[in-house]
Every structure is written in C-alpha cells, then in structure tokens.
C-alpha cells in the first residue's frame, strides 16, 4: 500500500516537473502559406517564448531541415512583452519538385539555470506544385513578327546628326593636331653639355663628404666614375668599360684630351692603388684627386662657338 502511494507520488512529480519544462519553453512553426509553386521561397518562421532566466541553444535550422533547399537566414526579432522573451526567427526555404512536403520537427535545447531541457517543433505540411495548365484551351500559334513602320523623316535627321557630329570631331581632331605639331616644333631638347653634368656631378660628390667619413673606397669610385662618364660623352670612346692606360691611349689620340694627359697619369694612378693595392691614401690625395678632376673637365670643356659669341657680348 505505501509501495503504491509513493509510485503514485513520484510519477506526480515527474509529470509535474516536465509540464513545468513545457511551460519555461513554447515554440511556434509556422510558413507564410501552405501552397507553393516549384521554386518559390517558402518562408518558415519560428516564435519561441521563454522566461528572461531561460538560454535558447539554436540548432542549425539548416541542417535539421535537410529535405528542403535552404537559401538564406533572416534577421532575428527579440522582444520583452510581459515578462516573457519573444524570440522570432526567419529562414527561407525552396523546393524544386512537385510534391507534398513535411517540414520535419526536431527539438531546441534550453538552459535553465543549471539544468537542460528541449523544446520540440512541431512539423508542418506545405503543397508544392507546377504551374497549372488547362487542358480545355487550345494551344495557340507562335505569333508573327511585329512589323514597325519606318519613319524615313526620323531616320534622315538621325543620319544628318551623325553626320554633323562626325565633322565636328574631324575639326578639332584636325585643329588640336596642327596645335600639337606647332608646340612641339616650338620646343626644343635642352642637352646639358658634358662638362656641366661632370662639374654638378663633382660638386655633389664633395658634399657628400666621404673619405673625411672613413668610406675611403665609395670616393675614389665615385669621382673615377664621374671623370670617365665625362671622358665618353665628350670624346666618344668607351671610357667606363676600359683600363686607365686604355684611357690615357685614347686621350693622347685628340688635341683636347692631349691637354690633360699627364694629370689623368696622375689621377688613375691614384685611383689604382686603392681599387687593385689596397692603398690607404692621405687626406691630401684625396684633395689632390678632386682638383685634378676639376682640372680634367675645366681643360677639355668643349663650349659651342654660340655661346662663346653670348659671353662675349656680354
């Protein structure tokens, strides 16, 4: 007897507790219509409602309804009303055959405080069709091409607007070409004699300052490069690409270059000796190496008989 009373009691509580669960949670599927032509969006929405205490675990909607085809999933909507959370969740949905369709159910996991419980969604149907036909009509002709009166009016007018439009561009084609031509024939190349560029060059290089910061080397392969960059564009020989008794053969060659042979002896020697030697030079070579090559450019500058004229008018 009080075997079956306490039976009794437990199954109270039991049922109880669960009607308790079913009460926290209540959910609510539903579809914008429960008819649908192949390839529509059936819209399937979920209301879920539970105390503020409650967490909603959200299954993946998608994979739960796998007999459908899922394209998107809408913003959700959660609202406050009465002490209650309303929770509203959207997802579009398609079907691409001709059928009556079951929505599965699958249930929704929630947190309450430090217990678990689920929440289950009933299943729906829905109706997907084809287009309907009706048989009674009679199937109708393909129709012929629409004809459309020409306007012969219109069509001379579009030709002579084209026709202006052509001749116009041809016009300023013409007039911005003989503008172009005039312009460039205007301007001429400035070319920077050769004993400029070396003398610019020369003075950037004794700013720089290097053999007074120890880059002894940097120096003298700088203002080598400097005097035979020089020597190629005013002699015309391949002065970068040659030794220096190569140089000094090509200079002896050319009254100019004559001029300076013995002080170009001096300057590739020096130069030599700290490429092939290792030769640590004097602060008064290096000085001594920068007058010479002033004195190689200065001495063999060739300054055209125009500008010879200028200075002297001056």
Do not use: C
Request: no cysteine; net charge negative; hydrophobic share 40%.
């Amino acid at each position: 007897m009080v075997k079956s009373a306490y039976l009794s009691i437990l199954l109270f509580l039991i049922l109880f507790a669960h009607g308790t669960d079913a009460q926290q949670v209540s959910v609510r599927a539903t579809t914008d219509t429960s008819d649908y032509k192949i390839g529509d969006y059936i819209k399937y929405q979920l209301e879920i409602i539970h105390s503020p205490d409650i967490k909603i675990l959200m299954p993946s909607v998608k994979d739960s309804l796998k007999n459908l085809e899922f394209i998107d999933t809408l913003s959700a909507a959660i609202n406050k009303v009465d002490n209650k959370i309303i929770e509203k969740r959207g997802y579009l949905f398609s079907y691409y055959d001709s059928a009556r369709v079951t929505i599965p159910s699958f249930r929704i996991k929630y947190v309450a405080g430090k217990d678990t419980g689920f929440a289950a969604v009933d299943s729906l149907v829905v109706n997907v069709h084809s287009l309907k036909i009706d048989p009674e009509k009679d199937i109708r002709d393909v129709k012929s091409p629409v004809t459309i009166p020409l306007d012969w009016v219109m069509i001379l007018l579009i030709i002579l607007v084209v026709l202006v439009v052509l001749a116009l561009a041809y016009i300023v084609y013409r007039y911005w070409k003989k503008k172009k031509g005039m312009t460039e024939e205007k301007v001429e190349t400035v070319k920077i004699p050769p004993h400029e560029k070396a003398l610019a060059s020369l003075k950037e290089l004794e700013a720089k300052k290097l053999w007074q910061q120890g880059l002894i080397k940097d120096y003298h392969s700088e203002i080598t490069e400097i005097i035979r960059q020089y020597f190629e564009e005013r002699f015309g020989f391949n002065a970068l690409e040659q030794t220096s008794s190569e140089i000094i053969d090509e200079l002896k060659k050319n009254d100019d270059g004559g001029k300076i042979v013995d002080t170009a002896e001096r300057f590739f020697s020096n130069a030599d000796l700290v490429k092939f030697a290792k030769f640590e030079p004097l602060p008064e070579v290096n000085e001594e190496m920068m007058k010479q090559a002033y004195e190689i450019v200065e001495r063999t500058a060739y300054i055209p008989q125009k500008e010879v004229e200028a200075e002297e008018n001056v």
